[in-house]
């Protein structure tokens, strides 16, 4: 089982829809979880960090965190097709373990 | 402020060579990390430094070394290069005081080609 986990995709959604990316993790110790947008050809991008159970909103964006269901979610409001690019899920274990491990991603295709 | 900056972006080698990767990270922060980018293992941990001491390594094999300087510019270096090694060499910065919880920012990258 892979530690942080991700559908690679491609998530295809309509200009102007919801799209919502998923991450699952094995760690259930883990303290802190964050989302990245990578452009193709270019480095990830952090979009939002999440710590405790709930959601946290951010303009379009909107993270959730289950750390019972050991699950983490992004919601892209309004979709456009700048948006288009891979989602990273990273996941920074118990103290200690400071390291972020990441998903595979999963590839966001927002329609015009 | 300036964000992470990587030198040099690009690279070619030859198999057997070696290399070094500059990183200066994000004024301020103290702890830089290196990651490996292949399409094939994704995003991988190779290790972070915070205050010129190594903190944290990923499971990749001793040719794979790094240090950290006073400034908190960091240098990574891959020896006895290998086809394998192509991939995309990424440093990121983070504060890594007292409660941070370690957002990290990424530089653009270091793309390195063995031939």
């Known amino acids: 089982q892979k530690e942080v986990e991700q559908n690679s995709g491609p998530l295809s959604v309509p200009e102007g829809a919801i799209a919502s990316l998923n991450c699952t993790y094995s760690d259930r110790g883990s303290q802190s979880f964050f989302w990245y947008r990578q452009y193709s050809g270019k480095s990830p991008e952090l979009i939002m960090f999440?710590?405790?159970?709930g959601d946290k909103e951010d303009g379009r964006f909107t993270a959730q965190l289950n750390k019972a269901s050991q699950y983490v979610s992004l919601l892209i409001r309004d979709s456009q097709p700048s948006d288009s690019a891979t989602y990273l899920c990273a996941v920074k274990g118990r103290t200690g373990r400071r390291a972020l491990t990441f998903g595979s991603g999963t590839r966001l295709q927002v329609q015009p | 402020k300036a964000g992470v900056t990587q030198t040099p972006r690009y690279l070619i080698k030859t198999r057997g060579q070696q290399v070094t990767l500059s990183c200066s990270p994000i004024?301020?922060?103290?702890?830089v990390s290196w990651y490996q980018q292949t399409p094939g293992q994704g995003l991988q941990f190779l290790f972070e430094y915070f205050s010129e001491t190594q903190r944290n390594k990923g499971n990749f094999p001793g040719r794979f070394s790094g240090r950290q300087f006073s400034n908190s510019r960091s240098e990574m270096n891959v020896s006895t290069l290998e086809l394998g090694d192509s991939a995309l060499y990424l440093c990121?910065?983070?504060?890594?005081?007292?409660?941070?919880?370690?957002?990290?920012?990424f530089g653009p990258g270091t793309r390195l080609t063995v031939l």
């Open positions: 004024s301020g922060h103290r702890s």
């Open positions: 999440i710590y405790s159970n």
């Open positions: 990121a910065s983070s504060f890594a005081g007292g409660s941070s919880y370690n957002e990290q920012f």
